[in-house]
């Protein structure tokens, strides 16, 4: 499952590309800026993140928390989609430009996995479905594509910049949106490998 992502793209910068891209007005809810606008190259399970909501005035943000707290106390960071209704729920789009896969290493003795990061073909950055409970947002999931497969039984389900609004409105059947894209939707790169950090 996704446990981790990142968005390196400064808020402001995106906001203003909305615009060019066509996207609906955007503000933020309450009017309320928050003072976190800065790139979060590492997103794990309890920090804040941007998220978006659709309304008659359009698009709204706000930094939200990821995961809510679980019947048990584990927080539910990722939230299987099939054979659910979302209509009713509370939808929102969570902007990301890159998320990571993790994979048992093969070299013996070494406990830290793999990573593999994924980046959207074509695209600065990407939409994540998600909706929001209890004022934390979890990730929305699916079969995995033929990018993902190798790497993991589940992905996260995602949109271009443009695609990303049907999910908000819900424009076209929940089925066809909440599924994986086709191949070559995402480039991947192994930045750690047995233990050893491949980022730089």
Not at 26 to 46: S, V
Not at 65 to 81: C, D, H, I, L, Q
């Amino acid at each position: 499952m996704c446990n981790e992502f990142r968005r390196l793209k400064l808020l402001q910068d995106a906001i203003e590309e909305f615009d060019r891209r066509g996207l609906p007005l955007f503000k933020w809810k309450n009017g309320l800026i928050p003072n976190a606008l800065d790139a979060q190259p590492a997103i794990r399970i309890r920090d804040s993140a941007f998220v978006v909501r659709g309304g008659p005035e359009g698009l709204e943000g706000a930094m939200t928390t990821w995961a809510w707290p679980g019947p048990r106390g584990a927080p539910v960071f990722n939230f299987r989609s099939e054979s659910r209704d979302f209509s009713r729920s509370d939808r929102v789009l969570v902007l990301a430009d890159g998320f990571i896969e993790y994979t048992a290493p093969a070299a013996p003795g070494v406990k830290l996995k793999d990573r593999h990061l994924f980046t959207m073909a074509g695209e600065e950055w990407f939409w994540i479905a998600a909706i929001v409970k209890e004022g934390c947002f979890s990730l929305l999931t699916t079969a995995p594509g033929p990018d993902v497969a190798p790497y993991h039984d589940r992905q996260i389900v995602t949109f271009s910049p443009a695609e990303g609004l049907a999910w908000l409105s819900l424009s076209q059947p929940e089925q066809t949106l909440l599924r994986a894209p086709p191949a070559g939707a995402f480039h991947v790169r192994t930045v750690r490998k047995d233990g050893i950090d491949l980022a730089a």
